[in-house]
């Protein structure tokens, strides 16, 4: 298991936005954003593999943009709605196949999560 260490979250009003990064510790294959809503299931928003292939949640394409430098996974966040306000959780694998990018339950290590908070 990689250790995680996230940053970047914080509060911003609709149509503006933010940068979260996430530090792992050592190599993973695959690496990947979850967000989690009071009262709502955690749901994948975008993932990356070490080859760069990446995966977004219908509802956030062209408005969030994932990528890898080294050991630290990114999330640019543009353009942001009330409906993104979640807990931000980085997630890494070792290994594993592309289709699973946004499958919570294929991640071993997980970091400890960052608010992101977006008004009206």
């Known amino acids: 298991q990689v250790q995680l260490v996230e940053s970047g979250g914080g509060s911003v009003q609709a149509g503006g936005s933010l940068r979260l990064s996430c530090a792992a510790s050592?190599?993973?294959?695959?690496m990947a954003w979850f967000r989690q809503a009071p009262g709502k299931e955690r749901e994948g928003v975008a993932g990356?593999?070490?080859?760069?292939t990446t995966k977004y949640a219908d509802s956030v394409k062209d408005r969030f943009t994932v990528s890898k430098a080294s050991n630290t996974l990114y999330l640019q966040m543009n353009s942001l709605k009330p409906e993104d306000t979640a807990m931000y959780y980085c997630?890494?694998?070792?290994?594993?196949?592309?289709?699973?990018?946004?499958?919570?339950?294929?991640?071993?290590?997980w970091g400890q999560g960052t608010q992101v908070t977006v008004s009206s």
């Open positions: 997630a890494a694998a070792l290994a594993g196949l592309r289709w699973q990018l946004l499958l919570s339950s294929t991640y071993g290590s």
């Open positions: 050592g190599y993973t294959y695959r």
């Open positions: 990356i593999t070490s080859d760069g």
